[in-house]
C-alpha cells in the first residue's frame, strides 16, 4: 500500500513557474513508477509525466517547459513547472505504479493516487 500527498499548488501568473511535490508513505517507493496527471473542470484526466526506471516521457504540450524528478532517498517526486500558461490550470495528481511496463500514460495502470492539488494560472 501507498499514501500519496501532493503539495505545492497555488495561483500563478502566466509565465511564472512553480514546484508541485508528492511525498510517498512505504519503503518501495523506488520499485514504482511514477506519474503526474492533470484534470481541468469538464475534461477528463490527462497525463502530464511518468518517471521510471527507463526514462522520463512529457505530453506533448509541457515538453521543455515541465520536469519531473524524483528523490527516493525522500520518498517524493517533483513536477517543475515553468513558463505557466493559463490552459495548464487544472488539479494535479501524481500517481504510482507497480506495472512493468514503461512510459506508462494511461490513468487505468497506476496503482495509487494522491488527492490532487489545484494549480491555476491567470493571464
Known amino acids: 500500500q501507498v499514501q500519496l500527498v501532493e503539495s505545492g499548488g497555488g495561483l500563478v501568473q502566466a509565465g511564472g513557474s512553480l514546484r508541485l511535490s508528492c511525498a510517498a508513505s512505504g519503503r518501495t517507493f523506488s520499485s514504482y513508477a511514477m506519474g503526474w496527471f492533470r484534470q481541468a473542470p469538464g475534461k477528463e484526466r490527462e497525463f502530464v509525466a511518468y518517471?521510471?526506471?527507463?526514462?522520463?516521457l512529457y505530453e506533448e504540450s509541457v515538453k521543455g517547459r515541465f520536469a519531473i524528478s524524483r528523490d527516493n532517498a525522500k520518498n517524493t517526486v517533483y513536477l517543475q513547472m515553468n513558463s505557466l500558461k493559463p490552459e495548464d490550470t487544472a488539479v494535479y495528481y501524481c500517481?504510482?505504479?507497480?506495472?512493468?511496463?514503461?512510459?506508462?500514460?494511461?490513468?487505468?495502470?497506476?496503482?495509487?493516487w494522491g488527492q490532487g492539488t489545484q494549480v491555476t494560472v491567470v493571464s
Open positions: 500517481a504510482a505504479s507497480q506495472s512493468r511496463w514503461t512510459f506508462i500514460t494511461t490513468p487505468g495502470d497506476y496503482d495509487y
Open positions: 518517471i521510471g526506471g527507463s526514462g522520463t
